[in-house]
């Protein structure tokens, strides 16, 4: 098993900026790809941004691509996310999985974080 723990969430006005960190625990040794997803209310959980470490290949969400960032110390992934718009709000997941490569399906991964909220409001 491998436990994900989510935190850096948050509020911020439109414009700033967020580092939100996924450590990960237990048989990290069964992963390769790790990525972050979010949902916001009503409606679908989407794929942002993920990292594989065995190719060390990164892969981002069309709407995110060129403000947010992905990278990995260790156990930890990273999603630093500047200019921030008000679409951004979401509660945004961690991911991982065994496959080597990055996958955009959320039912690809193996293991889920619980979450971590960011607000982005003037």
């Known amino acids: 098993q491998v436990q994900l723990v989510e935190s850096g969430g948050g509020s911020v006005r439109p414009g700033g900026s967020l580092r939100l960190s996924c450590a990960a625990a237990?048989?990290?040794?069964?992963?390769?790809?790790m990525a972050w997803f979010r949902q916001s209310p009503g409606k679908e959980r989407e794929f942002v941004a993920g990292i594989s470490w065995t190719s060390m290949n990164y892969y981002y969400g069309d709407s995110v691509r060129g403000r947010f960032t992905i990278s990995r110390e260790k156990n930890t992934i990273y999603l630093d996310m500047n200019s921030l718009q008000s679409e951004d709000a979401a509660i945004y997941y961690c991911a991982a999985r065994s496959d080597v490569s990055i996958a955009t399906i959320e039912s690809l991964y193996d293991f889920w974080g619980q979450g971590t909220q960011v607000t982005v409001s003037s």
């Open positions: 237990g048989r990290t040794s069964s992963t390769s790809a």
